[in-house]
């Protein structure tokens, strides 16, 4: 695992992975699992989690869906704590994973969200919609 490069998947993305089996997000999050080290921070999962707990995605997942899915991101991500304020974005809420990719100097942030795209590049972190990520990021053989 230490020599994966760091990744940060927003809300919107994992939720999208979440939901949608074929989705280019859960593409993402699958390329993301094989070949890069996903960082999450104990508000970027707490967000995850409340988002992924609400009822009107019910109809969307197959019972036990949702549990299996937040299991393997609690497994597989690697927690990053103490991390700095940021405020950067438009949208304050998206600053948690600004902070997050800073402190766990990430490559790249999966979103699909315009008020982090636009940052893009932010202090040498990459911030690319999921298509961009499975399309034009290497896997870790490849990677630098």
């Given at each position: 695992m230490?020599?994966?490069?760091?990744c940060?998947?927003?809300?919107?993305?994992?939720?999208?992975?979440?939901?949608?089996?074929?989705?280019?997000?859960?593409?993402?999050?699958?390329?993301?699992l094989d070949h890069y080290q996903i960082l999450v921070s104990n508000e970027t999962v707490a967000?995850?989690?409340d988002v992924a707990g609400r009822e009107k995605f019910e109809t969307y997942l197959k019972p036990g869906e949702r549990e299996a899915f937040q299991e393997l991101l609690h497994r597989e991500a690697t927690f990053?704590?103490?991390?700095?304020?940021?405020?950067?974005?438009?949208d304050p809420d998206?600053?948690?994973?600004?902070?997050?990719?800073l402190a766990g100097k990430a490559e790249v942030i999966i979103s699909g969200d315009q008020d982090l795209l636009v940052l893009d590049p932010f202090r040498g972190v990459r911030i690319v919609k999921p298509r961009t990520f499975?399309?034009?990021?290497?896997?870790?053989?490849?990677?630098r």
């Amino acid at each position: 695992m230490k020599n994966r490069l760091p990744c940060v998947f927003d809300t919107n993305s994992l939720i999208s992975a979440l939901l949608i089996s074929t989705s280019v997000a859960r593409r993402a999050f699958d390329k993301a699992l094989d070949h890069y080290q996903i960082l999450v921070s104990n508000e970027t999962v707490a967000e995850f989690d409340d988002v992924a707990g609400r009822e009107k995605f019910e109809t969307y997942l197959k019972p036990g869906e949702r549990e299996a899915f937040q299991e393997l991101l609690h497994r597989e991500a690697t927690f990053v704590e103490g991390t700095q304020a940021v405020e950067a974005s438009r949208d304050p809420d998206d600053d948690k994973f600004l902070a997050l990719a800073l402190a766990g100097k990430a490559e790249v942030i999966i979103s699909g969200d315009q008020d982090l795209l636009v940052l893009d590049p932010f202090r040498g972190v990459r911030i690319v919609k999921p298509r961009t990520f499975v399309e034009e990021f290497p896997p870790l053989e490849e990677a630098r």
